[in-house]
């Protein structure tokens, strides 16, 4: 069955970095859109980024965009999230996600920017 198990989170200062893993199996990688959903404390979902079949292309939200980039390794089924210059308010649980509707889903890993 299809599984995205997610990797990396943590505790991290603010200014620190992170590196989140997702590795996937179940269903044909490369044939999806891959990207990255969190929720914070008592806040709803926020996409953060999507990442191309191919890697190619990438697009953020706007609270993100030049501090994360998503990438993408399709021979080996992983998808990633480098997080730089990371803020208070990136606090959340964050979901791997892909699919043409984004119906699969991973468990979430706690990310924690604290000082």
């Known amino acids: 069955q299809v599984q995205l198990v997610e990797s990396g989170g943590g505790l991290v200062q603010p200014g620190g970095s992170l590196r989140l893993t997702c590795t996937a199996s179940?269903?044909?990688?490369?044939?999806?859109?891959m990207g990255w959903v969190r929720q914070a404390p008592g806040k709803g979902l926020e996409w953060v980024s999507n990442n191309s079949e191919d890697g190619n292309t990438e697009t953020y939200a706007d609270s993100v965009n030049g501090r994360f980039t998503i990438s993408r390794d399709n021979s080996a089924n992983t998808l990633y999230l480098q997080m730089n210059s990371l803020k208070f308010e990136d606090t959340a649980s964050y979901f791997c996600?892909?699919?043409?509707?984004?119906?699969?889903w991973g468990q979430g890993i706690q990310v924690t920017v604290s000082s």
């Open positions: 996600v892909g699919g043409n509707w984004y119906e699969f």
């Open positions: 179940g269903f044909i990688f490369r044939r999806y859109v």
